[in-house]
């Protein structure tokens, strides 16, 4: 999609740009980082990458496209718990679990990078700024969830989506998947309600409404937002949660 | 099946405005509203706006026809299925 600018191909990709967001970065710091990213794996799109019950196989790093950690209660309602981007990394501690307590799937096509644990712990170990990084990444994923629980509990649909937009908006801006046409959003409204505790037949009317006030536009798997300033005033939308450093993108 | 439907205009803030006051015994159980154009493939099926008994899924399907809701919704109520 010509929208979506995967920085793999640029001079950063999306892991090096998200954790120098958190902190600087030396020349070594980035060349151990592209070498362990070097060779992501292709995946297709609702492609599970870790189950609920099963024993994890490391520490999987999304290079492009879009995953999410969810659950299903027994009759198949879902609920998706956090949305993985490009440059996020999937629980960098799961090495310490037995079983996983939820599941990891993609939501698009993506590219993805499976890092062993004994990896994990060497860069862990010789590497301090990138720990730190890693570190300040696993706060955040912890402060979004937290955030998210606030918009599924207290936000109206409309807030709730706009949040969730403001938030991917910050978030693709850091590792430059984001340019003046938007960023890719290939989701379903079935997907989109499962994120935000709606039915998908409200999250078409709160999308409806979103366009009619001029707030989005949403065409062809793409968000394009048309006045942001307005948006994050309907969904309440503070930034601060998700400790941007200086080299964020204002 | 003891439920009985009234035609009501729905306040959704869009377009679904076509809507029924499901009774049971009397007392209002549920809102169905019928999807519009808004809706694609979905259009002209029935969607539970709200129910006001203890039911036993949170998620209710989107209903094909008014017969289907009410199966549905006599299911969910204790007394009915």
Request: glycine residues 2%; aromatic residues 4%.
């Given at each position: 999609m010509t929208r979506i600018n995967p920085s793999v191909t640029g001079a950063a990709s999306?892991?090096?740009?998200?954790?120098?967001?958190?902190?600087?970065?030396?020349?070594?710091?980035?060349?151990?980082?592209a070498r362990i990213s070097a060779e992501p794996e292709?995946?297709?799109?609702?492609?599970?990458?870790?189950c609920e019950g099963e024993r994890p196989r490391g520490v999987y790093l999304i290079m492009e496209g879009m995953a999410c950690r969810h659950k299903r209660l027994h009759?198949?309602?879902r609920q998706i718990m956090a949305y993985l981007l490009p440059g996020d990394l999937c629980d960098l501690d799961v090495a310490l679990l037995t079983r996983m307590d939820?599941?990891?799937?993609t939501l698009s096509a993506c590219k993805v990078v499976r890092l062993p644990p004994e990896t994990v712990t060497d860069v862990l170990e010789r590497h301090p700024a990138v720990a730190r990084g890693l570190?300040?990444?696993?706060?955040?994923?912890?402060?979004?969830?937290?955030?998210?629980?606030?918009?599924?509990g207290r936000r109206t649909p409309v807030q709730r989506l706009s949040h969730l937009f403001c938030e991917l908006f910050e978030r693709l801006t850091v590792v430059a998947c984001v340019d003046q046409e938007g960023f890719a959003l290939p989701l379903t409204h079935a997907e989109l309600?499962?994120?935000?505790?709606?039915?998908?037949?409200?999250?078409?009317?709160?999308?409806?409404?979103?366009r009619q006030r001029g707030l989005i536009d949403l065409t062809d798997g793409a968000l394009r937002i048309l006045d942001a300033e307005r948006l994050r005033t309907l969904a309440g939308f503070d930034v601060n949660y998700l400790h941007l450093g200086a080299s964020a993108a204002a | 099946m003891n439920l009985r439907l009234d035609p009501i205009q729905v306040a959704t803030g869009c377009e679904d405005q076509e809507g029924r006051l499901v009774y049971k015994d009397g007392l209002l159980a549920a809102v169905l509203v019928c999807l519009s154009d808004l809706h694609g493939t979905d259009a002209g099926k029935w969607h539970l706006e709200a129910m006001f008994e203890p039911i036993r899924s949170a998620s209710a399907p989107i209903f094909a026809d008014l017969d289907e809701a009410q199966t549905w919704i006599a299911d969910q109520l204790p007394g009915l299925s």
């Open positions: 999306p892991f090096i740009r998200k954790l120098e967001a958190f902190n600087a970065l030396s020349d070594e710091d980035r060349q151990m980082l292709a995946v297709a799109p609702h492609t599970d990458l870790a009759d198949g309602a939820h599941n990891i799937t570190r300040m990444s696993t706060l955040v994923d912890e402060a979004t969830l937290r955030e998210w629980l606030l918009n599924i309600a499962d994120t935000t505790g709606l039915s998908s037949v409200h999250v078409t009317r709160s999308l409806q409404e979103l | -």
